[in-house]
Every structure is written in C-alpha cells, then in structure tokens.
C-alpha cells in the first residue's frame, strides 16, 4: 500500500516518547491519502474512519517477548525497534436507519496525531451530530478521547454512549491502581484523568452493558475482559455475514497475532489470554473476516489458525 511509503520515514525520526508523537504524519496528512474505507456486512453498511495513530516502544505491547527475539522480529517485518505505530480504526456501521460508530477514538489524549474521525466523517458526508449511538469495548484514552470536546461539551451531542460496566466501575468510579502498568507514573496518572474527562460530558445519560448480548439491532457484544475488567468486542451481523472486532485483544498482527506475545498493558493477563485465545479460535474455525481496531489501516483480514498459534492475513483493499 502507499500509506507505507510514508510510514517508513518514521522510523529515522527519534522517539519523543511514550504512545505519542514519535512519527512523521501530522495532522494535516500532507499526503492526501485517505482515511476511511466502505464495505458492507450483509445489509449493513460499515465504514473503517481512522481516528490517527498513537504508539510507543514495542517492547509495551509484548511484555514477554525475549529482547533479541522481539528486534528480530521487527526487523523481519521491516518495522521500526524504537517505536511501534498503532492505528486507530473506529468502525462506523448503518443500519435500521441508525448510525453507531464503535469506538470514538483518542483525539489528543494520547499525542497529537489522534482526533482525524471527525475530518473523516466529513469526508462521506456526515458529522458529529449525525452519530445516533457511540459504542466502547473499553474506557482507555485511546477508545474515550473524542467524546469530549475542547470547551468540554459532548462531541457527538445526539449519542447514546455504551460503555462496559465493569470498565465504568474501575476507572471512573473509583481511583484505578494502574501499577500494572509498564510506563512511567506520570503517564498513568495522565492516562487515568483522561480517561475520566473524557466520559466526563456523557456521564449523567451514559448506558453501562454488560458483554454477552444484542445491544443494538446487528451489534452483539461478546465478553472478552482481561486487558481491562469489561473489554468487550462486537460481532456485526447481518443475514450469514459477519464482521469480528477484536479490540485490543491484540494491538500490532505481528507482535500479538504472527507471534504470541502479551501486551503489557493487559490488567489481568491470564484473563486476557484467555479471551484472545477463545475470540480468535472462533475467528479461525468459523473463518469470520476481523476488524482489528489498531492493526495497520483499515485493519481487515482473517486470523489464520497455524501450529503453533495464528496467522494474520489482511484482506484485499476492495474499490
Ligand atoms: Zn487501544
């Protein structure tokens, strides 16, 4: 793809630190390259809206991998060792005459090259105000960030907000211990108050769910906690099509899904692992196309169940 061209020039620019800066795309995306992608699910129509890119050392998002193992890896894959690009791909999806975005996304909560959903919905014609529903598999900065505007209002002032129970209990209704976390202290305590001003503006009409069931007409969440105490993901259905979103089950195909490895900022990780396991054996045997919310954009493709663990193969870019 042609994205990767501009990519590869990230990798001589010097890490500025933890999930942020750190690449060579700004904001303006000098490239003109574009930033959303329609298919459809059955009847229903779904568009991949980028929300930018966050990143930090790869070594965060493979807790367990061996040093030199890891580097090689990396380097196999013509990736930066010094820092990993994640996307961000919110999933907008039309059906019943209603519109709900999956995920919102991180505007500048987490570095100052997230927040392009909002240039991308313009982009097929809509805006904030069109959105009828925002749905959250988990309350991290990078999945919240959007839903609050600069001056502190709802960004998506016509949204239904969802977002995990147990998610809302542990960040927002509680001061989170956020040790297990491998970054430094100030990075959490920055993380966990994003985290709360971002909800902030949704909280008085926000719905709590709990994994397991239809929430929407076409929209099932699916239990997958671990990485945080209410991950979900969703399963997109319509007629026999279906669309598999991971969330951050895993967070790069070639750290998390090519080869094993546990993100670090997995809460629970034997949880996690288990989640992972049971959502991409069922992505594997019943050969369901996946969204991976940061795999490289627009994030679809299949989990190929190999030997020893799976294999990600992205889809097709289809015109
Ligand atoms: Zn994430």
Do not use: C
Not at 6 to 12: E, Q, Y
Not at 89 to 118: D, Q, S, V, W, Y
Not at 205 to 210: A, C, F, T
Request: proline share 8%.
């Amino acid at each position: 793809m042609l994205s990767a061209v501009a990519g590869a020039s990230s990798m001589f620019i010097p890490s500025l630190g933890f999930f942020g800066g750190a690449n060579a795309q700004t904001a303006a995306s000098p490239s003109g390259n574009t930033g959303h992608y329609h298919f459809r699910v059955g009847e229903i129509t779904a568009t991949v809206l980028s929300d930018g890119i966050i990143g930090g050392p790869p070594r965060i998002y493979a807790s367990n991998a061996p040093e030199v193992e890891l580097e090689e890896v990396l380097r196999q894959a013509f990736l930066s060792t010094e820092h990993m690009t994640l996307n961000m791909n919110t999933l907008l999806i039309e059906t019943g005459g209603r519109r709900i975005l999956i995920e919102a996304g991180a505007g500048k909560t987490m570095g100052p090259n997230g927040g392009r959903i909002f240039d991308n919905l313009a982009a097929i014609g809509l805006g904030p105000a069109d959105i009828d529903a925002v749905v959250i598999s988990h309350t991290h900065p990078d999945h919240v960030g959007n839903l609050r505007t600069a001056d502190g209002s709802k960004a998506f002032p016509n949204a239904r907000v969802f977002v995990p129970k147990a998610d809302w209990d542990f960040f927002v209704a509680n001061d989170p211990d956020l040790s297990y976390m491998p970054v430094p202290q100030d990075f959490r305590t920055r993380f966990a108050a994003n985290i709360k001003s971002s909800l902030e503006p949704v909280s008085r009409d926000i719905e709590l769910y709990e994994a397991g069931d239809e929430i929407l007409p076409g929209l099932t969440t699916i239990v997958a906690a671990g990485h945080t105490p209410g991950m979900a993901t969703f399963l997109v259905h319509s007629g026999k099509e279906q669309l598999l979103l991971t969330a951050d089950l895993a967070y790069h195909p070639v750290i998390n899904v090519d080869r094993p490895w546990i993100p670090g900022p997995d809460r629970d990780k034997e949880t996690a692992l288990n989640s992972r396991r049971r959502i991409f054996d069922r992505a594997a045997a019943d050969r369901i196309p996946v969204l991976g919310f940061h795999f490289p954009f627009p994030g679809l493709g299949h989990m190929l169940k190999t030997d020893e663990a799976y294999a990600w193969v992205p889809a097709n870019w289809a015109f």
